[in-house]
């Protein structure tokens, strides 16, 4: 959010607050316990507090761990029991630390942010212990992806969107996450398909219950599974994902005006609330899948292979307007209603940066292009492609052109 409307007030005042929240999973509770980490192993359970309140029920019980989680009723709770010293699962648990470590990166960014040295290097410590443990006690790999593990030593091998959250925190190696998607995500008999991704796999029993968690599509899953994806650059992976998750969505938006709590992954038609405010994350993804921010690739624009032109107007960046555009052999980025960019092909750019003098970027091409960058009054500009001066080009009417091959580059044009 701070990315797209740069806000230092809004960043002072969440700022402590988040903290706060992130400190308390393995605070001590006040008996020597920490408040989600059980068994001590320095990875987080999901739990539910005795004597900490009047609840609808199951306070201090399995099932408030489970409603903790927000995947109340999903398999990977099915064999999992309660202690009720610790008031967790016996059960680490992926998804959650791989949460809990993307927000160690996160406050780590917004600590630098605010000139807090010593808070940014607590979290950043926070994040690389984290990703250390999650990587060494949760991959399994002879199934090639993590799972969830309980405190026996067994792997559970329950599997849900959940188990590629590593990649969203970009804990998994990219060794890894070459296994994760071609094994299991991209995998018909598992998460793929013409409706995705079930919250359980499709090759799990209880897959067949398509009841609440047992394999129906949630918006806020879905949506952290494109970033994860996303994050690791299987673009064309990512592509069809969001394509994928806009037309479920769209299916029963246009027939019913339906913004559902979830849906069916053996139709795609809507379940739970009708009205519900994260089931339009499904649709968001087929707006960011052409231009997003994050905090590791920067401003991040394109596709590889846009079957068909798709136009999305006024995205919001640092207090500028972009419209893109994309199709078959086509690349257009219009800044504040002046075109800045354009490529012969289809193009994904990562860290997209601009100053006064000097314009970057990550470029990926499944083929040979001819790329204009509109950022300079007057020439010459110097090209610089993967480290190597390749050539000066001459400002035409405020454009310089050139020539990439295909395949993954860091271009620097300097003025």
């Given at each position: 959010?701070?990315?797209?409307?740069?806000?230092?007030?809004?960043?002072?005042?969440?700022?402590?607050?988040l903290k706060k929240w992130h400190e308390w999973w393995f605070k001590?509770?006040?008996?020597?316990?920490?408040?989600?980490?059980?068994?001590?192993?320095?990875?987080?359970?999901?739990?539910?507090?005795?004597?900490?309140?009047?609840?609808?029920?199951?306070?201090?019980?399995?099932?408030?761990?489970?409603?903790?989680?927000?995947?109340?009723?999903?398999?990977?709770?099915?064999?999992?029991?309660?202690?009720?010293?610790?008031?967790?699962?016996?059960?680490?648990?992926?998804?959650?630390?791989?949460?809990?470590?993307?927000?160690?990166?996160?406050?780590?960014?917004?600590?630098?942010?605010?000139?807090?040295?010593?808070?940014?290097?607590?979290?950043?410590?926070?994040?690389?212990?984290?990703?250390?443990?999650?990587?060494?006690?949760?991959?399994?790999?002879?199934?090639?992806?993590?799972?969830?593990?309980?405190?026996?030593?067994?792997?559970?091998?329950?599997?849900?969107?959940?188990?590629?959250?590593?990649?969203?925190?970009?804990?998994?190696?990219?060794?890894?996450?070459?296994?994760?998607?071609?094994?299991?995500?991209?995998?018909?008999?598992?998460?793929?398909?013409?409706?995705?991704?079930?919250?359980?796999?499709?090759?799990?029993?209880?897959?067949?219950?398509?009841?609440?968690?047992?394999?129906?599509?949630?918006?806020?899953?879905?949506?952290?599974?494109?970033?994860?994806?996303?994050?690791?650059?299987?673009?064309?992976?990512?592509?069809?994902?969001?394509?994928?998750?806009?037309?479920?969505?769209?299916?029963?938006?246009?027939?019913?005006?339906?913004?559902?709590?979830?849906?069916?992954?053996?139709?795609?038609?809507?379940?739970?609330?009708?009205?519900?405010?994260?089931?339009?994350?499904?649709?968001?993804?087929?707006?960011?899948?052409?231009?997003?921010?994050?905090?590791?690739?920067?401003?991040?624009?394109?596709?590889?292979?846009?079957?068909?032109e798709v136009r999305l107007y006024r995205a919001t960046w640092q207090?500028?307007?972009?419209?893109?555009?994309?199709?078959?052999?086509?690349?257009?980025?219009?800044?504040?209603?002046?075109?800045?960019?354009?490529?012969?092909?289809?193009?994904?750019?990562?860290?997209?940066?601009?100053?006064?003098?000097?314009?970057?970027?990550?470029?990926?091409?499944?083929?040979?292009?001819?790329?204009?960058?509109?950022?300079?009054?007057?020439?010459?500009?110097?090209?610089?492609?993967?480290?190597?001066?390749?050539?000066?080009?001459?400002?035409?009417?405020?454009?310089?052109?050139?020539?990439?091959?295909?395949?993954?580059?860091?271009?620097?044009?300097?003025?």
């Open positions: 959010m701070l990315q797209r409307y740069p806000d230092d007030e809004m960043l002072k005042w969440a700022y402590p607050r001590d509770r006040g008996d020597g316990q920490p408040w989600r980490d059980g068994n001590r192993d320095g990875l987080l359970e999901w739990g539910s507090d005795r004597r900490s309140g009047v609840s609808s029920g199951g306070r201090g019980f399995l099932m408030h761990a489970r409603w903790e989680s927000g995947m109340d009723d999903n398999p990977m709770w099915d064999d999992v029991h309660y202690d009720p010293h610790t008031y967790t699962m016996d059960l680490d648990d992926v998804g959650l630390n791989s949460l809990y470590a993307l927000d160690a990166e996160s406050l780590a960014a917004l600590a630098a942010q605010l000139g807090k040295e010593d808070d940014r290097q607590a979290f950043q410590s926070d994040y690389e212990k984290t990703k250390r443990l999650v990587r060494e006690k949760l991959w399994n790999e002879n199934d090639g992806i993590y799972e969830n593990r309980f405190w026996n030593g067994e792997f559970s091998k329950r599997l849900s969107p959940s188990s590629f959250y590593p990649m969203l925190a970009g804990i998994a190696t990219p060794q890894q996450a070459e296994r994760m998607v071609r094994e299991h995500l991209l995998n018909p008999k598992e998460f793929w398909g013409d409706y995705v991704a079930p919250t359980t796999a499709r090759n799990d029993p209880a897959f067949a219950d398509q009841y609440y968690w047992r394999g129906s599509i949630w918006g806020p899953t879905n949506y952290l599974l494109y970033h994860a994806i996303d994050r690791y650059g299987f673009d064309q992976a990512a592509l069809e994902f969001a394509q994928k998750s806009y037309a479920l969505f769209m299916n029963d938006w246009k027939i019913n005006q339906h913004d559902d709590e979830l849906y069916h992954a053996w139709g795609g038609s809507g379940g739970g609330d009708l009205h519900y405010t994260w089931g339009a994350l499904l649709c968001l993804l087929g707006v960011e899948v052409y231009m997003d921010a994050n905090p590791w690739d920067g401003l991040r624009f394109g596709t590889l292979n846009s079957s068909a207090n500028h307007t972009y419209d893109v555009a994309v199709g078959p052999g086509k690349t257009e980025v219009a800044r504040d209603g002046k075109v800045r960019l354009q490529a012969d092909a289809g193009i994904v750019v990562r860290s997209y940066e601009k100053s006064s003098s000097r314009v970057s970027m990550r470029l990926k091409s499944e083929r040979d292009l001819h790329l204009t960058i509109s950022e300079f009054d007057v020439g010459p500009v110097k090209v610089v492609i993967d480290g190597n001066n390749v050539r000066q080009v001459k400002v035409i009417e405020g454009s310089a052109s050139f020539g990439v091959s295909r395949g993954e580059h860091v271009v620097d044009l300097t003025h």
